[in-house]
């Protein structure tokens, strides 16, 4: 019998959906001691890992799991997430945001107040070029969204390989600044690396040429001093962040009032709890089975 305990903020849903689901040989269990399994959001169970004695598989409710990677924190465990369920609300949140910001939405809201009427100039998205920092799922689905209204597709990656369709062209990383030069639209969904820390910052965005940037990743992929910089020069026309490198965003940070950054509270894709009992139930059956896990973490690259 696999004893699993869970440990998040919507662990009464997940309780639920775990007896419904009635698995094999899996019981539910309050005591760290005793689970063998854990079902859990990371930043709830970080500070717990070493309660949990006979600890083989976490299973995480984000796609996030870098709270679990820190330097000293145990790696004896197998560590699965979340993915290919996020493609689509990050394609929301981009496109909806774009598309606004293109179309001046905002403004016209606010001469509606004052019974004005002005109209503003704007441009087709077909003309424009996004470029995408990570091929992943995310990342392949936001291509597809953006090619269907006639986007020129860009994505950044390690290798600068990629089979999936919907990108017209893939550059390595180390090639950024290539890429960022072209770059109308620039959206990274990066996970956070040491490869990742502070890779958007002063010198590389000034090679961007008034670019709408969206950070929907990791926040540590900014370098906050680098973006306020990049705002001022012109290299970046505007900043739409839903992540950042301490969360929640403390009252007194400049971000809040800044004119050209728009700041979201990290819910540009939610985990469903349904959508997540999903993933764990296809490889909890893999786990009784002796099979490979899918979705498992490499503690060593940390995605």
Known sequence: MHQLCIVSRRADLYRQLIEEADLPALSLTDNPDDATLVLADPPLITDKLAQFPQLHWLQSTYAGIDALIQPGLRSDYA???VRGIFGQLISEYVLGLLISHQRHFGRYQAQQQQAQ?????YGALSEKTMVILGTGSI???LAGVAKAFGMTVLGVNRSGECSAPGFD?????????EALQQADVLVSVLPATAMTDNLLNADSLSHCRGTLLFNVGRGNA?????????????????????VFKQEPLPAEHPFWCHPQITVTPHIAAESFPEQVMEIFKTNYLRYVEGKPLQHQIDFALGY
Not at 169 to 177: E, K, R, V
């Open 79 to 81: 560590l699965t997430n």
């Open 139 to 141: 990342g392949q689905h």
């Open 222 to 242: 900014v370098c906050e001093q680098g973006l306020r910089q990049a705002l001022a020069s012109g290299a970046l026309s505007h900043a739409f962040l839903d």
């Open 117 to 121: 009427w002005q109209p503003h100039r």
């Open 169 to 177: 062209q893939i550059i390595a990383i180390q090639d950024l600044s």
